[in-house]
């Protein structure tokens, strides 16, 4: 199985047919209650509105993490990735935080790749480098065969940002 753990707040990857998409920074489609955040709702037509409620009364909110706000997923992306067999990471500083701490979460032995223009010095030690942007570097590392995988047992992360 794929997984997709993306920092982005657009629904592009389940336009584009994504199934199994973690959204570490929330859904700008969505709206949640503004004291309990497992309480979300579909967007009302034309954004949200001062008034408008959630069954618990309190004010909706976008579902998204503001500044110094926790990320709710982060959990959730660490036992993805501790499970998974293959890690692409995609387009990246490696500078936001809590998300850029995901791959030392990957077991010994997992591949990592970093796909990012500035690869050779973002990547952490024993993590594999493609130094250039999203779709080239995506392209090239599937076509060197490097896109294998292991055993098939586990699962296969891919983690972005959204540089291209």
Request: hydrophobic share 40%; aromatic share 4%; with cysteine.
């Amino acid at each position: 199985m794929v997984s997709i753990i993306t920092q982005n707040i657009d629904d592009l990857h389940e336009r584009a047919g994504s199934r199994h998409v973690l959204h570490l920074h929330g859904e700008i489609l969505k709206a949640r209650s503004s004291v309990d955040r497992r309480m979300h709702y579909p967007l009302p037509r034309g954004g949200i509105e001062l008034g408008d409620i959630c069954d618990k009364g309190s004010q909706l909110r976008p579902d998204v993490v503001w500044f110094g706000e926790e990320v709710p997923h982060f959990g959730e992306a660490c036992e993805i990735i501790a499970d998974a067999d293959l890690v692409l990471v995609v387009g990246t500083s490696l500078a936001v935080m809590p998300a850029a701490s995901l791959l030392q979460h990957a077991p010994f032995g997992t591949h990592c790749v970093l796909v990012d223009p500035e690869a050779e010095s973002l990547a952490p030690p024993g993590v594999t480098r493609l130094s250039q942007p999203a779709g080239r570097g995506c392209r090239r590392w599937c076509a060197t065969g490097d896109a294998r995988g292991g055993s098939g047992s586990r699962r296969h992360s891919w983690a972005e940002a959204g540089r291209a």
